[in-house]
C-alpha cells in the first residue's frame, strides 16, 4: 500500500488549503482514512476520520467548524482546511486504517498505513 499526501504549502493566517490522500493498492472507500499532523517538537496528534463506506466523520476539537474531510473519489480523500492558524503549522500525513474504523476519539494507534507527510505552514 502507498499513501501519498499532497496539497500542502504556505498560507496567510485565515487562509485555506485543501490537502488530498490517495492511494494504491486498496480502495480508500472500502476503509477509513485519517489525518494526523505533527508540529515541531511536538508529538503526532489525529486531526479527521472518515469511515468512506457510511461517511462518519470525526474532527479533533481545535479543527471542529475549520476543516472538512470527505471522500472524493474512488481512491481520495481530502481534508478542506479554512480559518487556518499559525498553530495549524505543521506535517499532515494521512492514514489507512483498515482493521479500526473511525471513532470518537481516535489515536495515532490505529492506522495500518502512513503516508508521507505534507507540510503545511501558516505565517504571514
Known amino acids: 500500500v502507498q499513501l501519498q499526501a499532497s496539497g500542502g504549502g504556505l498560507v496567510q493566517p485565515g487562509g485555506s488549503l485543501r490537502l488530498s490522500c490517495s492511494a494504491s493498492?486498496?480502495?480508500?472507500?472500502?476503509?477509513?482514512v485519517g489525518w494526523f499532523r505533527q508540529a515541531p517538537g511536538m508529538q503526532r496528534e489525529a486531526v479527521s476520520c472518515?469511515?468512506?463506506?457510511?461517511?462518519?466523520t470525526y474532527y479533533a476539537d481545535s479543527v471542529k467548524g475549520r476543516f472538512t474531510i470527505s471522500s472524493d473519489a474512488k481512491n481520495t480523500v481530502s481534508l478542506q482546511m479554512s480559518s487556518l492558524k499559525e498553530e495549524d503549522t505543521a506535517v499532515y500525513y494521512c492514514?489507512?486504517?483498515?482493521?479500526?474504523?473511525?471513532?470518537?476519539?481516535?489515536?495515532?494507534?490505529?492506522?495500518?498505513?502512513w503516508g508521507q507527510g505534507t507540510l503545511v505552514t501558516v505565517s504571514s
Open positions: 492514514s489507512l486504517h483498515t482493521d479500526i474504523g473511525c471513532y470518537p476519539g481516535f489515536t495515532i494507534y490505529d492506522p495500518d498505513y
Open positions: 472518515i469511515n468512506a463506506n457510511d461517511g462518519t
Open positions: 493498492g486498496y480502495t480508500l472507500v472500502d476503509y477509513a
